[in-house]
């Protein structure tokens, strides 16, 4: 199968960790479904125990570094919330991916 993209997968999860919120959860449902829609997952930005609240998370930092650098195709994350908890920084967040052509349905 022909791979079409690179994807960067973006794992989190917070102080008290439900199961299904796992690291290894998340990363069983990104590798299956980009495996699925042939998407290679070039790396994996995981911030174990941290708050959704704010920005300030290493991986998440580097997330945006990679993203400025025009170096992201598409980013995997199990759902929106694991990017982020406070509404206001993560609509400024895809608003940004956005203007930047990286938003797209799949």
Same mark, same amino acid.
């Given at each position: 199968m022909?791979? *079409?993209? /690179?994807g960067?997968?973006? +794992? ?5 960790i439900?199961?299904?919120?796992s690291? %290894?959860n $998340?990363?069983f449902?990104?590798? %299956?479904?980009g495996l699925?829609?042939?998407i290679?997952i070039?790396?994996?930005l995981?911030?174990? /125990?941290?708050?959704?609240? @704010? $920005?300030?998370?290493t991986?998440f $930092?580097?997330? *945006?570094i990679?993203i #400025? @650098?025009?170096?992201? %195709?598409?980013? *995997?994350?199990t759902?929106? %919330?694991r +990017?982020?908890r406070? @509404?206001?920084e993560l609509? +400024?967040? *895809?608003? /940004?991916l956005?203007? +930047?052509g #990286?938003?797209?349905d799949?």
């Open positions: 022909k791979r *079409l993209s /690179k960067h997968a973006y +794992l989190r999860t917070s102080g008290e439900n199961p299904a919120d690291i %290894d $998340q990363r449902f990104i590798e %299956d479904y699925a829609h042939g290679e070039v790396e994996y995981v911030d174990e /125990k941290r708050t959704g609240t @704010n $920005q300030n998370r991986s $930092q580097k997330l *945006l990679l #400025n @650098n025009g170096l992201v %195709d598409i980013i *995997l994350v759902t929106f %919330d +990017l982020g406070n @509404n206001i609509a +400024l967040f *895809l608003i /940004k956005k203007s +930047l #990286n938003i797209k799949i």
